[in-house]
C-alpha cells in the first residue's frame, strides 16, 4: 500500500489501474475461495443465529451506529451522500478474505453473501430516503449490483468449486497444492497495491471532501468492529462466529458502491473520493483488525483446509 501509494504519487499519469481492480479482486476471491471448503456452505441455513446476527449487525446497528455519528460532523449534501451509500452497505467481497486471514468464520460469511447483496440493495433505497430524501434514493442504478455479484462473487466461485473438485479426485488425501495455500496473501497484496494506485491520484481534486469525512470513517473503523463482535456475543455464538459478524460490520462494500456513485450526475470528483477515501481507511483498519483477530480467536476454531 506504501509502494503504491508513493509511485502514484510520483507519477499518477501512468498509474490508471481502474480497469484492473475487478479483475485482481475476482482472482484474489477465487483463491480465498479455494482455501473454504465448499461442501460445508449449506450449514449456513443450520446456522440461524449467526444469519440473524449478521443481518442486526449490518442493518439495524450499523445504520443506528451511522445515524449516531453523522449529526456531530457538518457536511456538504454530496459529501454525505457518498459517506452514507459506503457506510450503509456491507462488503460481499473482500470481507471475506480478510475474516478468513483472521481466524474468523469465513465459510458463513461466504454463504450469506447473495442474502447480504439482496437486503442491501432493498434497504438501501429506504435508507437514503431516511437521511436525506426520496429523490437522491432514486438516482441509483441497482442493476449494477447485480453485475459485480455475479463477476466478484459467482464466477470466482463456481471456478473454485471446479478446482476442489478436481483436486479431491487428484491431489493425496485432497489437499491444495503446496503453490496454492499462500495464494490468497499474494493476491490481496495485489488488489491492495491496485486499489491504492488507482485512488491516490484522484483525491486531490475533492480534498476539502475528503477532510470533511475522514474523521467520520475513523471513529466508524473503531466502532464498528466492537459492535459487530458485541452483537455476536449477544447471540452467543463461537469466536469465530463472532469475529466474522465483527468483521462484516466493520467492511464496507465500496468497490460495489462506486460504480453506483459514477452513475449519479455531477459525482464526479466528489463522490468517488469520498468513497474510495473511506476504502482506504478501511483497509488499514482491516491489517489491525486480523492481528486482533489473530490475538483472539484460538487456532482451533480456524477454518479447516
Not at 451506529?65 to 459517506?83: C, D, N, S
Not at 461466504?110 to 431516511?130: D, G, R
Amino acid at each position: 500500500m506504501i509502494l503504491a501509494a508513493i509511485l502514484a504519487t510520483i507519477s499518477p499519469e501512468k498509474m490508471a489501474f481502474d480497469a484492473a481492480i475487478n479483475p485482481a479482486l475476482g482472482l484474489m476471491l477465487f483463491a480465498t475461495f479455494l482455501q473454504i471448503p465448499i461442501v460445508s456452505l449449506g450449514k449456513i441455513f443450520l446456522s440461524l443465529r449467526f444469519l440473524v446476527a449478521l443481518f442486526v449487525a449490518n442493518f439495524l446497528a450499523v445504520p443506528l451506529l451511522v445515524a449516531a455519528i453523522v449529526p456531530f460532523f457538518t457536511l456538504e449534501p454530496i459529501v454525505l451522500l457518498g459517506v452514507l451509500m459506503v457506510l450503509l452497505a456491507p462488503c460481499i467481497d473482500y470481507v471475506i478474505t480478510f475474516a478468513h486471514l483472521g481466524r474468523s468464520d469465513a465459510r458463513l460469511l461466504l454463504a450469506a453473501t447473495p442474502l447480504l447483496l439482496i437486503m442491501q440493495m432493498l434497504l438501501l433505497p429506504f435508507y437514503l430516503q431516511l437521511f436525506i430524501g426520496n429523490e437522491t434514493a432514486d438516482l441509483i442504478q441497482f442493476s449494477l449490483f447485480a453485475q459485480a455479484f455475479i463477476w466478484l462473487i459467482a464466477i470466482p466461485f463456481v471456478l473454485a468449486t471446479l478446482v476442489q473438485f478436481m483436486i479431491k479426485k487428484t491431489s493425496i488425501n485432497g489437499r491444495l497444492p503446496v503453490f496454492l495455500e499462500p495464494a490468497v496473501i499474494f493476491f490481496t497484496a495485489l488488489v491492495l497495491f491496485i486499489v491504492i494506485a488507482s485512488v491516490v491520484p484522484k483525491l486531490g481534486a475533492a480534498t476539502d471532501s475528503i477532510t470533511q469525512a475522514i474523521p467520520l470513517y475513523i471513529i466508524f473503523s473503531v466502532t464498528a468492529p466492537v459492535l459487530g463482535w458485541l452483537i455476536g456475543k449477544l447471540f452467543r455464538l463461537q469466536d469465530s462466529m463472532a469475529g466474522a459478524i465483527a468483521f462484516s460490520a466493520a467492511t464496507r462494500n465500496s468497490l460495489v458502491i462506486m460504480p453506483l456513485a459514477l452513475a449519479i450526475p455531477g459525482a464526479i470528483p466528489v463522490l468517488p473520493a469520498v468513497i474510495m477515501s473511506q476504502m482506504i481507511i478501511e483497509l488499514l483498519a482491516e491489517l489491525v483488525y486480523i492481528r486482533l483477530a489473530l490475538w483472539k480467536i484460538k487456532p482451533a476454531r480456524s477454518i479447516p483446509r
